[in-house]
């Protein structure tokens, strides 16, 4: 048994305390939300008012918080992490954050005599509840060894990506290739529509095709092919739009930072954003489909 503490007990981060929980850990939580907190204590785990509070005595202390600069004002903010964890504390941030941030605070995190791992997830909230997400995880080989059965417990695979940072980039990198392959499929399905080909033929075709992927196969963007996507239910997320956005600007400051040449990457962001301020934020980001193809999803 650890002693945990989990900042950050939102819509990921309450189902992940509470899977670590059920598997017989000693988990204190502390969120900015004293709802939060309050419905973490009656699912068994242990208020704390403050971070310095959750964190003194806590052997692992993970942090699943919206952005990057969250993450670093409880890090390094005053009253926070670096300043209140116990000597020798393995520090992992589960959250979906800028790569430079994440290297930044691992750094100060060495700095300050704490091994650090960045250790995004995928598989949203559903995966969080079911205790079957995917972890990708950058950092030292040792504190990734101590914190393996943990992600265990949460996660179903977990995938040491290299050092500091790596967990980020993997996540920013797969959510990218996700972004664009949506707007290819929805592209394809409202040129179908136009050429008057029935969506479950090009269904049928592709699906056993060279334009076989995971956006067309398991998350199709048009209802009918796949009962259980979200374009069966008015495009209720699931993974929403507006979070798409948020990976997709990730991806494109790290190409920015990196040289590297993301086209379609940009491309998509850019039309995730058009999505977004005309009021698709909140839909499922496969609601793209409706968006391209002139229709307007219920929830927009
Ligand atoms: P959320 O907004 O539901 O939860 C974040 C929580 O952090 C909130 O409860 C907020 O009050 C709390 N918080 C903010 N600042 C804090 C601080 N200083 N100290 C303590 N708590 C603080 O967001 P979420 O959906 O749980 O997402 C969390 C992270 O996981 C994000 O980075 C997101 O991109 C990533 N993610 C989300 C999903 C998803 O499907 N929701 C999937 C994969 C990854």
């Given at each position: 048994m650890a002693t945990i503490a989990f900042l950050g007990l939102g819509n990921m981060g309450a189902p992940m305390a509470r899977n670590l929980i059920k598997a017989g850990h000693q988990v204190t939580g502390y969120d900015i939300s004293e709802k939060a907190v309050a419905a973490f204590a009656d699912a068994g785990g242990r208020a704390a008012g403050s971070i310095g509070e959750a964190v003194k005595a806590a052997e692992i202390v993970f942090t699943m918080l919206p952005a990057g600069p969250h993450v670093d004002e409880a890090y390094?903010?005053?009253?926070g992490i670096f300043e209140n964890a116990a000597a020798g504390a393995l520090l992992i941030d589960c959250s979906t954050i800028d790569v430079a941030t994440a290297r930044a605070v691992s750094a100060a995190a060495g700095e300050a005599g704490f091994a650090m791992l960045d250790a995004p997830v995928s598989g949203g909230t559903v995966g969080a509840e079911a205790g079957t997400l995917t972890f990708m995880v950058g950092g030292e080989a040792a504190a990734y060894a101590s914190a393996e059965p943990l992600f265990a417990v949460m996660g179903k695979t977990v995938v040491?990506?290299?050092?500091?940072?790596t967990g980020q980039a993997a996540k920013m990198c797969n959510n990218m290739i996700l972004g664009i392959s949506m707007i290819g499929v929805s592209e394809a399905f409202a040129l179908a529509d136009r050429l008057g080909l029935d969506r479950q033929k090009l269904f049928d075709v592709s699906s056993k095709s060279s334009g076989q992927c995971w956006s067309l196969?398991?998350?199709?963007?048009?209802?009918?092919?796949?009962?259980?996507?979200?374009a069966n239910r008015d495009?209720?997320?699931?993974?929403s739009a507006a979070m798409m956005l948020k990976d997709l600007k990730l991806a494109q400051a790290a190409a920015n930072q990196s040289g590297a040449s993301i086209p379609l990457g940009s491309g998509a962001a850019a039309l995730y954003n058009l999505f977004c301020t005309q009021g698709?934020?909140?839909?499922?980001?496969?609601?793209i489909f409706a968006y391209l193809s002139g229709q307007v999803p219920k929830q927009m």
């Open positions: 390094r903010g005053a009253g040491h990506c290299g050092d500091a940072g196969t398991t998350y199709c963007p048009v209802p009918g092919p796949v009962p259980t996507s979200p495009y209720r997320p699931g993974f698709g934020g909140d839909t499922d980001f496969s609601g």
